[in-house]
């Protein structure tokens, strides 16, 4: 990865409002997690990120490293491939 973008998280990761809980809210458990359950855990991690004071410099960090999994600046992982792809055109 960009060594550059890895010093920049470093950076604005120790403002990040989702210190404060588990990875588990952004990330999930693992494949088995039925979609009705990964939709509310998703809405969750989402209304952590909306007030994040760091937002828009995680989702670029991102979309920058193609982070595959996960919620990044208050998008998923497909929302942020539409993000790419609707940059790209
Ligand atoms: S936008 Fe969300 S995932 Fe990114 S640092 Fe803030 S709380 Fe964490």
Known sequence: M???LV???AGWRT???CL???ALLFFGVDDSE???ERRVREERAK???RPCRVRQECLEYAL???EPYGIWGGLTELERK???RSRAV
Do not use: W
Request: glycine share 0%.
């Open 34 to 36: 039925a979609p009705a």
């Open 2 to 4: 960009n060594e550059q």
């Open 82 to 84: 539409a993000r790419l």
């Open 15 to 17: 403002q990040a409002s």
């Open 20 to 22: 404060d809980y588990p």
């Open 47 to 49: 209304r952590v990120c």
């Open 64 to 66: 920058q490293a193609r």
């Open 7 to 9: 010093a920049e998280e």
